[in-house]
């Protein structure tokens, strides 16, 4: 398979420890890689910029200002559309999502414009994860369907493939969110504007290196952005 016009689009803060396995993994499927990293302390930027592939099939973008997961993909978006790329992919620096998975929802891509790697559809796992966080993402995706009244199961996952040509009827660039409520977001956005949307089992796999993005202020910007979709103000 071709995948010239693909673009996988990783945003990074603090992943020092994992970016160039990510990367040399990444590029080693004929993939191209764009890394948007949200000004790093940890070195990641110049990490990347040593990495041999770099200006080939790794690109950057460095951002110092209005940080933020919805951001930054945003910017991925926009430079992936001036750069004529075909489809974009979400992925995480991680390892959380397989490469293997990405592989197969790109074979399965042909009939969709929208791919969501799914944890909560069946066949999808999720391994690492205590009881308790497991639950808690579960009723977190459960509320999220119930407000917005979707047929998705995982609304939450960020590990998704978009048709870029498709992807610009979402009005992507006009989301307001910053940390995962972005992905909530984005898939109102994709069912409103009536994408065909398959859901994709996969294996989500718990880091094993750095630290976790999540705090307080995300899962608070999450709230918020819920109940204004409840009481109609989105």
Not at 45 to 66: A, C, G, H, P, W
């Amino acid at each position: 398979m071709n995948y010239s016009k693909i673009l996988v689009i990783t945003p990074t803060l603090n992943e020092a420890s994992n970016i160039s396995d990510h990367i040399n993994l990444v590029v080693s499927k004929g993939l191209n890689i764009l890394i948007v990293d949200d000004n790093s302390s940890d070195g990641t930027s110049e990490i990347v910029k040593k990495n041999i592939n770099y200006q080939k099939s790794l690109f950057l973008i460095t951002r110092y200002e209005d940080p933020g997961l919805g951001k930054s993909y945003v910017a991925g978006f926009n430079w992936a559309v001036k750069n004529s790329y075909k489809y974009v992919v979400e992925m995480d620096a991680d390892f959380s999502h397989r490469v293997d998975d990405l592989i197969k929802m790109l074979e399965a891509k042909m009939d969709y414009e929208v791919v969501i790697g799914s944890r909560y559809i069946k066949d999808g796992k999720i391994v690492g994860w205590s009881f308790r966080r497991k639950l808690l993402s579960y009723i977190a995706n459960l509320f999220a369907r119930i407000v917005s009244k979707s047929e998705i199961k995982d609304m939450t996952s960020g590990f998704r493939l978009y048709n870029l040509a498709s992807l610009k009827n979402t009005q992507y660039s006009k989301s307001t969110c910053s940390g995962y409520s972005f992905q909530i977001d984005m898939t109102i956005r994709s069912e409103r504007s009536k994408l065909k949307i398959l859901e994709f089992p996969i294996t989500f796999v718990e880091r094993t290196e750095g630290k976790s993005k999540m705090n307080l202020n995300i899962i608070l910007e999450a709230i918020n952005y819920l109940l204004k979709v409840l009481f109609n103000k989105i």
